[in-house]
C-alpha cells in the first residue's frame, strides 16, 4: 500500500552495475577472430578483460552500466532519480561518478579502495566491439561492481523512491544480489514499486528460478524483457503465449522486439508500438536500457501505456542512432516533437 | 647530411603530451559562466581541473596531446610512427597507451609512479567544451606529461627516425623542454629532419625567443604555424608579411588560416589550398594536428607541396566532421577518393 503521509522524493531509484563502457568500432571479421559472441555480453575475468584491450583498436571511453544508463535517459527526460552501485577509487570510478552526477542524480554509494588486485579490484568496465552494421558485442569485467554489499545500501533513499529499478545483470554476483533482495524488501515495505530488467537470457539461464520465484510472488510490478529473455524465461518459443504466460502474473510487463516495435500488458490490457524509424544504426549499445527510460519516464508520469511504449521507441531509436549508451540529444524537446 | 648509410627505421618519431581528452558539449553560456577562454588553451593545476570538471556536463573519454593526434592520423595514412611521451602509471595512462599502440605506432616510454599528489600526478587531461558551433574550448592539466625526463628519451629510435616532430605545447614546462633540446641535437647529429608545431599563440608568448632562436640556428626544418601563431611570431599583423620573413628562415613553413586555407613555402617555392568544404563542423578538436598529419603524410613520401597541403585539407576536413581528436575514418580510402 503506498504509503501516502510520506509521498516519494525521487521518481526512480535504480541499483546496477557501475560500468565504464570502451567502445571501438571494427570489422565483422574481428568477432571472429577474437571468439566474440557476437551481439552478446560475456563476462571476463581482469587478464581476460586485458587481453581483449590489448586486441582491441583504438577507443573511446563513456559511462556505461544498464541500469545506470536508464536512469541518465530517465534524468534527462525530467525524472527524478537516484542511483546505487559500487565503482573503485579510481579515475573510471571518478568518471562514472561524474557523468551520472552531471545530469542530475543523486549518487552517494562510497567507492570501494583498490589496489588493482583481485581482491580490490578497478572499477568495471566493458569492452564493446560495434560491427558496421551497429551492432554491439559487450565483453564486461565486473571488477569492483561485484562486491556492492548490502550494507551500502541507503535503505531510506530507496524507501523514498516511487520505483525501484534493478538490473539483471547484476543478479549475477552474490553479494549485489543479496543488496537487491534486500532492497526489495525495503521498497515494498515503503509501498513502492519494484521494476525489474531481465538484462540478458545468460542471466535467465542462471537464475531464472529466482526470477520466476519473484514474480510468483508478486515482488515485481514492471518486468522488462527482451525477445529472447521472455522466451528462456517462459521456455515458451512462441512470443505471444510468453507474452500472456508472463502478463497474467505481474502488473505491468514490457517486452521489446528489436526492430519489430515493443508490446505492453498492464491489468488485462494490451498495447504495442513499432520501432521508430532510423536514418543510419549506428551503435545498438543502450538500446533496451533507453527503450526503459522512455517507458518509465511516462509511466511515472502516469501516462496512457500506448504513450509510454511510444517514448520508448523514441529514446531507443534516439540512442542507437550515434556512439554510446546514453542520450545526446534534447531528449525533452525530441518527445515533445514526436509524441 | 642525411645518414645514407643507415636508412631510417621510422618516417616520423614525435616528442609530446600524453593526454586523455574529457570532451562535454555545451552551451555558449556556459563558456562565460565558467569563464573559459573561448576557443583557447588554458592550463589548469590539480585543483582547478577537478572544480572545471565537476562543472562539466556528461562526456567522453579519448586519447588526446597534439602530437599524439598527429601520429595517430600519420599511422592511418600508412606512416611508420613511434612516439614519445610521459603518462602515469594509472588507467588513463593505460588508455592513452593501449590508443597509440592500437594504430601501429611504437610507445615505449616507461609510466611514471603516481600516488595522485603533486609531486607524483597522474596522466595529464584536457577538459575540452565543444559549443554547438563545433568550437572547442580546452583547459589542460598537464599531471605527469610535465615530467617527461632527458633521460627517457631513446636516442637510437630518435637516431633512427627520417622526421622529429616536436609539440610546442611541451616548450612549456622545463623538463620536457630540456627532453626536446636533447632530442633535437640526437636528430640533427644523425642527420634527421625536425619538424616543430608552434601549438598555441601563449606559448610563443611564454618562449618565442627561444622559437625564434632556433629558427635563426637553423634547428627546425618544417614549422607548423597557425594565423596568430604566426602573427605573435613575427610581430608582424600582416600575414603575407609575417609568413615571407619566416619563410626566408625555415626550408619548410605551413601556415594553416582555418575555414581560409593553408599556405606553404619551401625552397623558394610557394603553394596554397582551399579549406576542403565540410557538411556540419561538429567538433574542432585536432583539427591543427590533423592538417599537420594530412601534410607530413605526402611529405614523407616526396610528394609535391600543393598535394601536402591538400592532404592536410583533408584530414582536418575529416577531423572536425566527428566528436574527437583523431580520424573515425578509413583516411587512406579518404586520400584516394580526395586527391
Known amino acids: 500500500m503506498p504509503d501516502t503521509a510520506n509521498p516519494p522524493r525521487y521518481d526512480v531509484i535504480a541499483i546496477g552495475n557501475a560500468i565504464v563502457d570502451i567502445i571501438a568500432s571494427c570489422e565483422d571479421a574481428d568477432i571472429n577472430d577474437l571468439g566474440l559472441e557476437r551481439g552478446g555480453m560475456t563476462l571476463l575475468d581482469a587478464e581476460g578483460a586485458d587481453r581483449l584491450y590489448a586486441a582491441m583498436g583504438p577507443a573511446t571511453e563513456t559511462s556505461g552500466g544498464s541500469a545506470a544508463n536508464t536512469l541518465a535517459g530517465l534524468a534527462e527526460l525530467g525524472t527524478q532519480c537516484a542511483f546505487i552501485g559500487q565503482v573503485a577509487d579510481d579515475q573510471f570510478g571518478e568518471v562514472f561518478a561524474h557523468d551520472i552526477r552531471s545530469v542530475g542524480i543523486d549518487f552517494d554509494t562510497p567507492m570501494r579502495p583498490t589496489d588493482g588486485s583481485d581482491n580490490e579490484p578497478p572499477t568495471g568496465r566493458c569492452l564493446i566491439f560495434v560491427t558496421p552494421d551497429g551492432e554491439r558485442t559487450m565483453n564486461t569485467f565486473l571488477g569492483a561492481g561485484q562486491y556492492l554489499p548490502a550494507a551500502a545500501l541507503d535503505e531510506e533513499l530507496i524507501a523514498s523512491a516511487a520505483i525501484l529499478y534493478l538490473e539483471g545483470y547484476l543478479w549475477d554476483p552474490e553479494e549485489p544480489r543479496r543488496a537487491m533482495r534486500r532492497a526489495i524488501d525495503v521498497a515494498r515495505a515503503a509501498g513502492r514499486k519494484v521494476a525489474f530488467t531481465a ?72 498495447a504495442q508500438v513499432s520501432a521508430e524509424p532510423v536514418a543510419k544504426v549506428v551503435d545498438t549499445t543502450g538500446a533496451g536500457d533507453q527503450f526503459a527510460a522512455g517507458f518509465l519516464s511516462g509511466h511515472a508520469k502516469g501516462e496512457a501505456m500506448e504513450t509510454c511504449l511510444k517514448r520508448g ?19 525533452q524537446a525530441l518527445m515533445a516533437d514526436k509524441l
Chains 1, 2 share one sequence.
Do not use: C
Not at 232 to 240: P, S
Open 199 to 270: 538484462s540478458e537470457s545468460f542471466v535467465i539461464d542462471r537464475h531464472g528460478d529466482d526470477f520466476r520465484a519473484m514474480i510468483d510472488d508478486g515482488l515485481i510490478d514492471i518486468l522488462f524483457v527482451n525477445e529472447s529473455e521472455l522466451a528462456t524465461l517462459t521456455g515458451e518459443a512462441d512470443f505471444d503465449a510468453g507474452f500472456d504466460a508472463v502478463a497474467a502474473k505481474v502488473p505491468v510487463l514490457v517486452a521489446t522486439r528489436g526492430e519489430h516495435g515493443a508490446h505492453a500488458a498492464a491489468g488485462g490490457e494490451r
Open 313 to 331: 521507441a523514441i529514446a531507443a531509436a534516439e540512442v542507437i542512432s550515434h556512439y554510446g549508451p546514453r542520450p545526446a540529444t534534447d531528449m
